[in-house]
């Protein structure tokens, strides 16, 4: 429980970051925190504003690093079980939210790195460990 507080309050300080960052104007945050102490209602609905719209850039950029970490897990051999495990996906879930990952497409594009298949196997021309067409 203490590991969630620390990620939330870390998260929650990096919008505050981003909130006063932001130019002036509509979603401008004046002040430390939307629950500073002697805010006017205009104040603190513009920080709340403020606060949401960093909080949207920060959920954008995790995703698109969330997703990057994925490809290059399975460039580097991680399997669909591997994958679950880090994100903490249920079971039922695993398979619809990686399945991208390892479509048949997405292991020609991988393959042709040389040296590792999706699934981490070395490439050789044996038989049994074919490229993937």
């Known amino acids: 429980m203490a590991e969630n507080e620390a990620l939330t309050t870390a ?10 960052q932001q130019p002036t104007g509509h979603h401008a945050m004046e002040a430390d925190s939307p629950w500073e102490p002697g805010l006017s209602p205009q104040q603190r609905r513009s920080a709340w504003l403020a606060t949401l719209s960093a909080l949207t850039a920060i959920q954008a950029e995790a995703a698109r690093l969330t997703e990057a970490a994925e490809t290059q897990a399975v460039e ?4 669909d079980e591997d994958l679950a495990r880090a994100a903490g996906a249920l079971r039922r879930r695993r398979r619809s939210r990686f399945t991208a990952l390892f479509s048949p497409a997405r292991r020609r594009g991988l393959d042709d790195l040389g040296t590792l298949s999706a699934h981490g196997r070395a490439m050789s021309d044996r038989i049994d460990n074919p490229p993937q067409a």
């Open 11 to 20: 998260v929650q300080r990096l919008a505050w970051d981003l909130a006063r």
């Open 76 to 79: 580097f051999g991680a399997g």
